[in-house]
């Protein structure tokens, strides 16, 4: 036994223990990822991905629990979105004059002649001095069945189905409608459109309102978000596209707004087209997406217009003589005032 432990602190240092091959590189390894990792964090904050805000590595469902450590990303403004805030801001804020004889103005985008004028002849009797009536016709001259709708033709141009001259039309109307200071509502109809309540509940449902109605609702599908192009950063991102049937009824401050608008209208005009990949469709989504940035407290969500889509197809229903019912009007009209 002394022999076997005998042994002097000179053996000992000249005796190192048995090695293994794996043993000396494991923790060279263990230094290359962890250095691959923080360069790859300090790239990452300092030229951070445009389209994420908390996440630099991961979709943003992903990598919630991470965002209160990472760094946050202060992207500097565009000269461009300052001024559309400042003039946004101020639009909202700013007192809109008292018309002393509000009205609505009654706005028609219509490829030519008005088939139901006798039916708005009708329900518009008796209501002088409270409406007032746009027709924007983009193939031909409307042929007038009602004295009503004589001379209210504004200067149209063509439009083109799901492309941005669709808007370009509709704030036509509108800059044509707001040169009348008395007009406070502003709904826009197509030719198809027929009135389902009376003038005076119309009216008054109107006007006893400080919102703005507006369809707006998130698509998460291919018709949706999926048609949102990434050449809209940095000013619109993903999360705030939204969309929405064309037809809305708005107040005399959000027709404004949507003239002062260029920055997001740019956008659409650029990037939301259709059959170009996404099939993007801009007075689906235009409207929708900038009250959803700018002023998403001040409009209802939802349209005043009844359109049925339930046939899945790029056009609403439309109805036949056939098909309009009692029951069909009922129900038409409970879904409307909700």
């Known amino acids: 036994m002394k022999q076997v432990w005998g042994r002097s602190s000179k053996d000992m240092t000249t005796m190192p223990p048995p090695r293994h091959r794996g043993a000396a590189k494991k923790p060279m390894w263990i230094i290359v990822l962890l250095s691959l990792v923080c360069v790859a964090l300090m790239g990452a904050y300092v030229y951070p991905p445009r389209h994420y805000s908390a996440c ?42 008292v018309s002393k004889n509000p009205k609505i103005a009654f706005m028609f985008l219509t490829p ?23 027709i924007h016709a983009s193939r031909e001259i409307p042929v007038h069945s009602s004295s009503l709708f ?12 799901g492309r941005i001259s669709m808007v370009d039309a509709e704030k036509r109307l509108l800059a044509n409608a707001l040169e009348d200071v008395d007009n406070q509502f502003f709904v826009l109809l197509s030719d198809s459109c027929v009135p389902v309540h009376t003038f005076d509940y119309i009216y008054n449902y109107l006007m006893g309102t400080n919102v703005s109605f507006i369809d707006c609702f998130l698509d998460p ?14 000013e619109i991102e993903q999360r705030d596209f939204r969309k929405g049937a064309q037809w809305f009824a708005i107040t005399r401050r959000h027709a404004l707004l ?8 740019n956008k659409f005009k650029l990037y939301c087209k259709p059959a170009e990949g996404r099939n993007c469709i801009a007075d689906e989504h235009y409207l929708p997406t900038f009250f959803n940035m700018v002023d998403p407290g001040g409009i209802a969500n939802w349209s005043v217009t009844h359109v049925d889509w339930s046939e899945g197809k790029w056009h609403p229903r439309s109805y036949r003589a056939a098909d309009v019912t009692y029951e069909l009007l009922k129900n038409i009209t409970c879904a409307v005032c909700q």
């Open 56 to 97: 630099y590595f991961f979709a943003s469902s992903v990598c919630t629990p991470f965002k209160d450590w990472l760094p946050a990303v202060v992207r500097e403004r565009t000269d461009e979105e300052i001024v559309s805030s400042v003039v946004i801001r101020n639009l909202l804020s700013m007192p809109m004059a």
């Open 150 to 161: 004589v001379g209210r033709e504004i200067r149209s141009e063509k439009v083109v189905w």
């Open 258 to 265: 949507i003239l002062a608008d260029n920055l997001y209208y």
């Open 112 to 134: 030519g002649s008005l088939p139901f004028e006798k039916l708005w002849e009708e329900f518009l009797q008796g209501h002088d001095g409270r409406y007032s009536i746009y």
């Open 221 to 234: 599908g291919p018709h949706g978000t999926g048609r949102y192009s990434m050449e809209m950063l940095p």
